[in-house]
């Protein structure tokens, strides 16, 4: 392929254009700030974001978004799920032809409740889509700079396109599987962060490992109940972008939704929390987003309604876990039919 592009200089994107660099592909990286622009070409480092690792050489960046994507035939877009209308509007303002984009964002507009995929079909015109490919799976991005085994699925309705973005991705540390499922791919990745936040908050109450692994599982059902209800294939919730992602999130000190999560369990308030992050924690709009989509699809989400209560209305984290154990008795399976 020629020239790639990826949108967005934070620890995500800055590491998959590493990727894509070290896979000896024409790799610009744009940023919305001239100055993290100008270390990354001439430090060669992303010192914010990805401090102590070097970028390869034949990585470069821009702060100019028109000439970060003049001549790309792939982009990759990096940016935080509230940034990528805005991002997209400026884009449409001199694109002129047809691009495959790729989106790794993991989360769900609030009120629309649209998903990525539907979110940049609305805001780009399809004269200048090629195609869409979801890239997402298990992968901190502090593990994938370190040439850790990381592995992730690029789904796309057309598998055609898929493959392409699984040819151009995969090397011997980074492993790209392919799926045709978006709807269950893209829920799989954006609800995910609302069930880590809640894994975080019960560390944070130091409530242990047993707690842990009822969130994890009891999350995945409310998860693949509504994925189901929404299109997806149910075993897309049993693969990387469902259980493995959960279990990544959940478990990782480099998960920004479980530290966020750990924070609100000490008893910090969600304001001071964000403040003290410095990155996107997608999980806090994704839960809103999540909420209203349980009540427009009548979908029981209990540990979802839990977290949406604690981060909206001030509900006390132990209440609401002693809310969730004493709820009617259920059987375990029927509910995921
Ligand atoms: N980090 C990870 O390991 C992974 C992240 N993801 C997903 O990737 C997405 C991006 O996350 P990540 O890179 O970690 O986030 P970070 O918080 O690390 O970085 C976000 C980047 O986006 C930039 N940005 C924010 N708003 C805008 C805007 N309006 N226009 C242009 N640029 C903007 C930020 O710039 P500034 O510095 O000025 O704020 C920063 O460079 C998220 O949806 C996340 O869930 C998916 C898999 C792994
Ligand atoms: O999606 C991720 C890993 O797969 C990153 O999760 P966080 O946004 O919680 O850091």
Redesign the pocket.
Known sequence: MGNVTV?????????LAIVLAENGHNTLLW???EN?ANEINEKHTNQ??LPEIMLPNNLFATSNLEEAVATSEMVVV??????IR??CEKMMTFLTRKVLFVH????IEPDSLMRISEMLEESLSPTVIEDIVVL?GP????E?VLHHPTTITAASSNLHAAEKVQDLFMNQYFRVYTNDDVVGVELG?ALK?VIALAAGISDGLDYGDNAKAALITRGLAEITRLGVKMGGNPFTFAGLTGMGDLIVTCTSV?S?NWRAGNLLGKGMKLEQVLDEM???V?GVRTTKAAYQLSLKYEVPMPITTALYDILFNSKDPKVAVDELMIRMKKREIDDLH
């Not at 992968?139 to 502090?142: G, K, L, P, T, V």
């Open positions: 949108l967005g200089a934070g620890s995500w994107g800055t590491a940023t919305h700030r993290q914010q974001y990096a940016v935080p799920t509230k940034a805005e991002v790794v964002s993991k989360g997402s992968s901190h991005a502090e994938v990745g962060n480099h920004r410095g990155m996107v997608e």
